[in-house]
Every structure is written in structure tokens, then in C-alpha cells.
């Protein structure tokens, strides 16, 4: 899969490797080595880093739409969405471009990554307060672990429930006829394990699992591609879901591609779509 808007993408301003690792990146110092820097992504860190300092900043203010409640999520971290610039990435390019155009980017990537896969229910895990639900027409519904982003999602009207990935009996919530897909989510979870075999015990209700996260990749082997595994390393992000998926017999992996789109450079999303055999 490549990114849709080809004509936007010419638009932007280019960066040099060079220039987005000089001084003013503080990951530079840090995948070097020249800086400490390790993070353990237990259930204490995600606690602290979304359900405390991202979605509890949110959960007192009113939203009329869930599109109102991004934008505010934007304006949290001092991020105006129509004037502010940002770093992204796409494949191994990077650009400087405004948000807008990164989340009409963005966006239009998890459409296009999931088009493919369609059945009669979505079903996101690790939806937040379910924006990702809003993008598709059929019903669509998800699973959230921090509690403010659920209280959130049932104040303005999204379909999320509360989710622990770890939990096994927390994935009884998914409904026949779905496709499971988690965006930046799965990310928080070292090991993969316990999803792929949570997800095996409600195999008969789920048509296909679409991907569209960070994680680990082997076969990567430029600069960018080895600080990018180096970053994921640093701040315990997946380590292995892709060589996971690759090892079970059960498991028929339908698309595989790295280093899509990323939000940041260093933490590049790559798809990956599969199913349990028959």
C-alpha cells in the first residue's frame, strides 16, 4: 500500500536526515547512547502517560462531536490543528508539513489500510474515545484500557468499552461478522503474545485482523530503519508482533508493508493484515 494523495505530498517541505537529526532532536543523544534513556511499558506507564496525562486533561470539558474532541486533544499539548507544523514521515522521506495535512493523511491511511478487509462490524482495540470509529460507515465499535477515554467515548455518543489487553475474558466483547483492528495501540504491548492468543478463543466471530502500528522490524537495515528499531527498543514498544504472526501455522498473513506513514519519523507504521485459516 502507498499513500493515496500523492499530489499533496509534493506539496511538502523535504527534510535531510542530517537536519532532522541535528541538535534540536533530543532522540539523537539518546540512540547514540550519549544520554540515558529506558523506558518499562507496563500497565503503570500506559496509566500515567494516556489515561492520566492525555484523556484526563479532556474528560471535564464538553464536545458537541468527536471531531470537536480531537481538535481539543490537539490544543492540549499546544498544537493549533490548522496552523501548527510537525515532522512526518513517509517511507524513508521525511517532511515538514502542517497538521491538518498530516491528519488528512493519516486518516485517509487507516481507511485505505483497512478497505481491503471490510465486514459487517469494526471493532477497534485500544480505541481511545473511539475517533478511528468515526471514519467508517458500518457499525463500528472498540475497546479502550484507560477509563477517562471511555467515559469520554459514552459522553459523545462512540460504541467503546473497557479493555485490557492482557485480560483474556475482556476480549468476550467482540461481536460475529468483525474485523478486529488496532491503530498505535498494540504498540504499548511488548510482547504480542497474549493478543494473538486471546483473539484465536473468538476466531470463528472475526474475518480478518488489520494492524496499522510500530513495531519491530528485521529486515530494516538503513540509518533510519536501525534508529527506528533502536527508538522502539528505547521506549519498550512491540518488539514482536510481525515475527509472531510469521510463526503461527493457524495464522495466513495477507499484506505486510513497513514504514508507511509515520507521525513521527522514528515511530513508522506498518501494515499488517491477516486471518486465522479455515
Same mark, same amino acid.
Given at each position: 500500500?502507498? +499513500?493515496?494523495?500523492?499530489?499533496?505530498?509534493?506539496?511538502?517541505?523535504?527534510?535531510?536526515?542530517?537536519?532532522?537529526?541535528?541538535?534540536?532532536?533530543?532522540? =539523537?543523544?539518546?540512540?547514540?547512547?550519549?544520554?540515558?534513556?529506558?523506558?518499562?511499558?507496563?500497565?503503570?506507564? #500506559?496509566?500515567?502517560?494516556?489515561?492520566?496525562?492525555?484523556?484526563?486533561?479532556?474528560?471535564?470539558?464538553?464536545?458537541?462531536?468527536?471531531?470537536? %474532541?480531537?481538535?481539543?486533544?490537539?490544543?492540549?499539548?499546544?498544537?493549533?490543528?490548522?496552523?501548527?507544523?510537525?515532522?512526518?514521515? @513517509?517511507?524513508?522521506?521525511?517532511?515538514?508539513?502542517?497538521?491538518?495535512?498530516?491528519?488528512?493523511?493519516?486518516?485517509?491511511? *487507516?481507511?485505505?489500510?483497512?478497505?481491503?478487509?471490510?465486514?459487517?462490524? *469494526? %471493532?477497534?482495540?485500544?480505541?481511545?474515545?473511539?475517533?478511528?470509529? !468515526?471514519?467508517?460507515?458500518?457499525?463500528?465499535?472498540?475497546?479502550?484500557?484507560?477509563?477517562?477515554? #471511555?467515559? +469520554?467515548?459514552?459522553?459523545?455518543?462512540?460504541?467503546?468499552?473497557?479493555?485490557?489487553?492482557?485480560?483474556?475474558?475482556?476480549?468476550?466483547? @467482540?461481536?460475529?461478522?468483525?474485523?478486529?483492528?488496532?491503530?498505535?495501540?498494540?504498540?504499548?504491548?511488548?510482547?504480542? !503474545? %497474549?493478543? #494473538?492468543?486471546?483473539?484465536?478463543?473468538?476466531?470463528?466471530?472475526?474475518?480478518?485482523?488489520?494492524? @496499522?502500528?510500530? =513495531?519491530?522490524?528485521?529486515?530494516?537495515?538503513?540509518?533510519?530503519?536501525?534508529?527506528?528499531?533502536?527508538?522502539?527498543?528505547?521506549?519498550?514498544?512491540?518488539?514482536?508482533?510481525?515475527?509472531?504472526?510469521?510463526?503461527?501455522?493457524?495464522?495466513?498473513?495477507?499484506?505486510?508493508? =513497513?514504514?508507511?506513514?509515520?507521525?513521527?519519523?522514528?515511530?513508522?507504521?506498518?501494515? *499488517?493484515?491477516?486471518?486465522?485459516?479455515?
Amino acid at each position: 500500500m502507498k +499513500i493515496k494523495n500523492q499530489s499533496l505530498i509534493a506539496q511538502f517541505e523535504k527534510l535531510e536526515i542530517n537536519d532532522f537529526f541535528g541538535k534540536q532532536n533530543r532522540w =539523537t543523544n539518546r540512540l547514540l547512547g550519549y544520554e540515558e534513556f529506558q523506558k518499562n511499558r507496563d500497565l503503570a506507564q #500506559v496509566e500515567s502517560e494516556y489515561n492520566q496525562d492525555k484523556y484526563k486533561v479532556l474528560l471535564n470539558q464538553s464536545y458537541a462531536t468527536v471531531e470537536e %474532541c480531537k481538535f481539543r486533544e490537539f490544543q492540549s499539548v499546544n498544537l493549533d490543528p490548522e496552523t501548527a507544523m510537525t515532522v512526518i514521515s @513517509i517511507g524513508d522521506d521525511i517532511y515538514n508539513v502542517k497538521v491538518s495535512q498530516m491528519r488528512e493523511l493519516y486518516y485517509d491511511m *487507516i481507511q485505505q489500510a483497512v478497505k481491503p478487509y471490510q465486514s459487517k462490524r *469494526i %471493532c477497534e482495540l485500544g480505541a481511545g474515545y473511539g475517533f478511528n470509529l !468515526s471514519l467508517f460507515e458500518q457499525e463500528a465499535y472498540g475497546g479502550e484500557y484507560s477509563s477517562n477515554a #471511555v467515559s +469520554i467515548a459514552q459522553k459523545i455518543g462512540q460504541d467503546v468499552v473497557q479493555f485490557n489487553y492482557y485480560e483474556e475474558k475482556d476480549y468476550d466483547f @467482540i461481536r460475529p461478522d468483525s474485523t478486529i483492528i488496532s491503530v498505535h495501540s498494540i504498540e504499548q504491548i511488548p510482547d504480542a !503474545s %497474549c493478543i #494473538v492468543s486471546s483473539l484465536r478463543k473468538h476466531k470463528e466471530k472475526i474475518n480478518f485482523v488489520v494492524h @496499522i502500528e510500530p =513495531t519491530i522490524v528485521l529486515e530494516r537495515n538503513t540509518l533510519l530503519g536501525l534508529f527506528r528499531n533502536r527508538y522502539l527498543q528505547l521506549n519498550d514498544y512491540n518488539q514482536n508482533l510481525i515475527e509472531l504472526l510469521k510463526s503461527q501455522s493457524d495464522i495466513e498473513i495477507l499484506e505486510l508493508n =513497513t514504514d508507511i506513514f509515520g507521525l513521527v519519523p522514528l515511530n513508522s507504521s506498518n501494515i *499488517i493484515a491477516w486471518r486465522f485459516k479455515k
